[in-house]
């Protein structure tokens, strides 16, 4: 198994910034991609960012020029850095990994942590 701790939510206003950090323990080798997704009540969790473990990045369209995924693969952690933010932007941001487990994809996710943008 693995264990997703995120940190780094909070509020602040538009235009401002914060950084999310989350830190895999466990059952960590074979960790191919991570990255961050966003969920607001009532609707679908979407995707913010993804980096793999070739450095590979996709980010949503919303936040193209905005936000910036990054990982250290010493530290099994990942990182999204998040600036000129949006009320839009206001969710709840969750953490995921996945890890190629005898060829078969495993998907881990955290518990979340709430980002609120507003004035």
């Known amino acids: 198994q693995v264990q997703l701790v995120e940190s780094g939510g909070g509020w602040v206003q538009p235009g401002g910034s914060l950084r999310l950090s989350c830190a895999a323990s466990?059952?960590?080798?074979?960790?191919?991609?991570m990255g961050w997704y966003r969920q607001v009540p009532g609707k679908e969790r979407e995707l913010v960012a993804v980096?793999?473990?070739?450095?590979?990045?996709n980010y949503a369209d919303s936040v193209k020029g905005r936000f910036t995924i990054s990982r250290d693969n010493a530290k099994n952690t990942v990182y999204l850095q998040m600036n000129s933010l949006k009320p839009e932007d206001t969710a709840d941001y969750y953490c995921?990994?996945?890890?190629?487990?005898?060829?078969?994809?495993?998907?881990?996710w955290g518990k979340g942590t709430l980002v609120t943008v507003s004035s």
């Open positions: 466990g059952t960590i080798f074979s960790i191919n991609r």
């Open positions: 980096i793999n473990s070739t450095g590979t990045t």
């Open positions: 995921y990994v996945n890890r190629i487990v005898v060829n078969k994809i495993v998907d881990y």
